[in-house]
């Protein structure tokens, strides 16, 4: 299994920033694409940003120019920078990631992180 931990969320005012970070962990494990997804109250989850392996990145419309994904390869860690904060970004955002593990027969799979909630205050 692959076990990935967010930090980084809190409450922050409109027109700020803040930096998510997610570290995936667990016993042999190959790491595919990594990305942010999140969900408001009484809506849908919805993709933020995802991010694959060779580094190409895909940004929902509603964060294309404010946010900016990266990862560690090496480390195993997503980061997630949002700028330009509106309380609309308020949500529980998750960390993905798509992996295959020796326990799995290395087949892929999903994998989601607890989440951790982002309030933007207006």
């Known amino acids: 299994q692959v076990q990935l931990v967010e930090s980084g969320g809190g409450l922050v005012q409109a027109g700020g920033s803040l930096r998510l970070s997610c570290v995936a962990s667990?016993?042999?494990?190959?790491?595919?694409?990594m990305g942010w997804y999140r969900q408001a109250a009484g809506k849908q989850r919805e993709l933020v940003a995802t991010?694959?392996?060779?580094?190409?990145?895909n940004y929902a419309d509603s964060v294309k120019g404010r946010a900016t994904i990266s990862r560690d390869n090496a480390k195993n860690t997503v980061s997630l920078l949002m700028n330009s904060l509106k309380p609309d970004d308020t949500a529980v955002y998750y960390c993905?990631?798509?992996?295959?593990?020796?326990?799995?027969?290395?087949?892929?799979?999903?994998?989601w992180g607890q989440g951790t909630q982002v309030t933007v205050s207006s």
């Open positions: 993905y990631a798509i992996a295959s593990t020796r326990a799995t027969m290395w087949s892929w799979a999903d994998y």
């Open positions: 667990g016993s042999r494990f190959s790491i595919d694409a």
């Open positions: 991010i694959t392996s060779g580094g190409t990145t």
